[in-house]
């Protein structure tokens, strides 16, 4: 055990390490989590282009952000750019000169994000918005000052608007203002949810070929599943669609992955044609009523040349729940977990075998944790298994049904207390922050009800609470 505590990364004065490994997937989006054991300026560069070992930021003339963290003796918070100092502030985000600390750096379009703590996208201690952003960085290099920094469980993780979001979410409900508050409409950051996973690549396992071009557009079955009948089958990933224009598939995918989306008047029959081959009946309800109200005002036929097109849902927004505001069942959706349909990975416990068969992209809307380990090449990345070790199945099973149905409904389980305090653990071993969220509700609630008292905590629950 000694011996591999001693495996880390030593970068003498004045030099930069650069990891061919360490470098963003997509240039100007990513995080970069470690580990840091420094007295002082402990020192992150990101750069278009790789650096030599002898590089320093300071006399580097191509574009670049850097940032310091325990700057001037461990007193400040620096961020510069291109050598020039934008941000310089006391007393945030300060080395620890006795032990190994954790730190996360996170970029996108310029927005900068710096926290501490093992999780990336949580605990945020400072954040930075370039008004005119670098969106060519890509390298990561590790950096020092007058003094050797060390370090180890160097990471870097893609970066989506859901991970943001879903950060900022989540923050602003435990910590209020504490956190600087952006302006939706300056950053062009939606809210947490689906829409960031529309028509990407990221965990996609279907396509759909678009027009006589042929036009590859990538999707998600169990998402398309669940607010229509695609007719796909759990093998099969390609829907030819020849005889469809891309604008009104992606019509059809934007309202089905963000609940709004725009057509031309041109186009809406189109629209309505496609949304009833594949059952989406809400879509199909709105362009009806869309193209009634045409036929009945001429005037705004000839007027208007897009007609907007918006989910109006009766479901009550639980807190949890990435369906709220979209077309699709959650009924259906929890029947895919539990049948396992449409899956594309299977969660496994060692010792216990298969817990449940589940769906890469409902997990990394919730986790930065899973969606790390499917994307960022890890061997989880061209698996479709992942096996934990010493995990409870029950509370795995109560957070992976979380995750589709965004309640937790644990109370007439014999054993609450115990699995309660099994999924907080679990929950913050994840990043999973909105179920992490309801357990501290739920256990304050409990404590405040008197529980314990009842017989619904034992001795050895409230022991462990405690050490929580």
Known sequence: MEKKEKKFLTVAPFECAWIKDLKFREAGRGCVAFDAFAHNDVTVVFRENVGSQHYHYK??????????????????????????????????????????????????????????????????????????????VRYVGLSSWDKHVGYRNVNV????????????????????????????????????????????????????????????????KVILQASGNFCLSSSHGDVQLHQ????????????????????????LSSLWALSSQFEVMPLVKQCEEAMERLKANKTLLDSREVVELSYASSYIHSGGNFCCGLPID???????????????????????????????????????????????????????EVCFRDESPAALKAMLEFMYCGELRIEDNEDFGTLLLQLLLLSDKFGVSLLHQECCKMLLECLSEGWSSSGRWSYNDLFYFAQV
């Open 244 to 267: 469809v224009a891309y604008p009104t598939l992606h019509a059809l995918l934007q309202y089905v992955y963000a609940g709004q989306t725009q057509i031309s008047e041109t186009q």
């Open 330 to 384: 959650i009924q259906r959706l929890r029947q895919f977990l539990s049948t396992g349909e449409y899956s594309d990975v299977g969660i496994y416990i060692e010792g216990q075998g298969l817990i449940s068969r589940a769906h890469k992209v409902v997990l990394g809307l919730y986790s930065a944790t899973f969606a790390k380990m499917f994307t960022n090449g890890m061997c989880e990345s061209n698996s479709a």
């Open 157 to 220: 993780l893609p970066l989506t608007q859901n991970h943001l979001s879903l950060w900022k979410q989540v923050n602003s409900e435990y910590n209020g203002n504490d956190a600087e508050e952006l302006d939706d409409e300056q950053t062009g950051y939606d809210k947490w949810g689906l829409q960031n996973f529309l028509e990407s690549w990221e965990l996609s396992d279907m396509l759909f070929s678009v027009g006589e071009e042929g036009r590859p557009v990538p999707a998600h």
């Open 59 to 136: 006399r580097d003339n191509c574009p670049h952000y850097t940032v310091i963290i325990g700057s001037h003796r461990n007193s400040r918070l620096k961020i510069e750019v291109d050598g020039k100092t934008v941000v310089d502030v006391v007393g945030i985000g300060l080395c620890c000169s006795s032990a190994f600390q954790s730190y996360w750096i996170s970029i996108y379009d310029g927005l900068i994000s710096i926290g501490k703590g093992r999780y990336p996208f949580q605990n945020l201690v400072f954040e930075w918005l370039d008004a005119n952003p670098n969106c060519s």
